[in-house]
T-cell receptor
Framework: DTAVSQTPKYLVTQMGNDKSIKCEQN?????MYWYKQDSKKFLKIMFS???????INETVPNRFSPKSPDKAHLNLHINSLELGDSAVYFC?????????????FGSGTRLTVV | AQSVTQLGSHVSVSEGALVLLRCNYS??????LFWYVQYPNQGLQLLLK??????LVKGINGFEAEFKKSETSFHLTKPSAHMSDAAEYFC???????????FGAGTRLTVKP
């Protein structure tokens, strides 16, 4: 059973298109995140949701819109894709307040904008 | 704001040699510190974590790290490198219950036969 699953694993699309990446976790965690990893492997947090409520919103273009229909899902929608959006996007989850600190990551979605 | 600095973007060791990956943190409050490993084309996997209990933390795959407050460091070590240890390693810090974890730039470990 996959703990944090992302779909699709690979996404190739043209500039200007709109695309979505889905994330689901079956760990019962109450907090989910989106990270962007660039070509130099640098990881930058984008968004964080706790119990469907947005708690972290870094300086991300408003073309990126997260949506959390329930605490087990956090999707990322990207409008008007640009070349610079090409990266690997990771979803992660954690449980606040239990002492079990640390994130569980999905396997990533490699987005290539051409 | 909390942050971590990983010294050395690339470390190369021979199989069987000591692995030492360096991480220094900056935090105004006692931090929670983590090491993650990323194998090619995979997500990040938690290696170990420091959460203010024992300062020497043992993790998976024979890795361990020591929290040194006086040096603001949390270096990762393994006595004997295996070929399978080749990966990208990330140090991370969280100020409070991992709501806002910040990652270092990563260190790529290469293991030579």
């Amino acid at each position: 059973d996959t703990a944090v699953s992302q779909t699709p694993k690979y996404l190739v699309t043209q500039m200007g298109n709109d695309k979505s990446i889905k994330c689901e976790q079956n760990l019962g965690h109450d907090t989910m995140y989106w990270y962007k990893q660039d070509s130099k492997k640098f990881l930058k947090i984008m968004f964080s949701y706790n119990n469907k409520e947005l708690i972290i919103n870094e300086t991300v273009p408003n073309r990126f819109s997260p949506k959390s229909p329930d605490k087990a899902h956090l999707n990322l929608h990207i409008n008007s894709l640009e070349l610079g959006d090409s990266a690997v996007y990771f979803c992660a989850s954690s449980q606040r307040g239990t002492g079990d600190y640390g994130y569980t990551f999905g396997s990533g979605t490699r987005l290539t904008v051409v | 704001a909390q942050s971590v600095t990983q010294l050395g973007s690339h470390v190369s060791v021979s199989e069987g040699a000591l692995v030492l990956l360096r991480c220094n943190y900056s935090s105004s409050v006692p931090p929670y510190l983590f090491w993650y490993v990323q194998y090619p084309n995979q997500g990040l996997q938690l290696l170990l974590k420091y959460t203010s209990a024992a300062t020497l933390v043992k993790g998976i795959n024979g890795f361990e790290a020591e929290f040194k407050k006086s040096e603001t460091s949390f270096h990762l070590t393994k006595p004997s490198a295996h070929m399978s240890d080749a990966a990208e390693y990330f140090c991370a810090v969280s100020p409070n219950n991992n709501n806002d974890m910040r990652f270092g730039a990563g260190t790529r470990l290469t293991v030579k036969p």
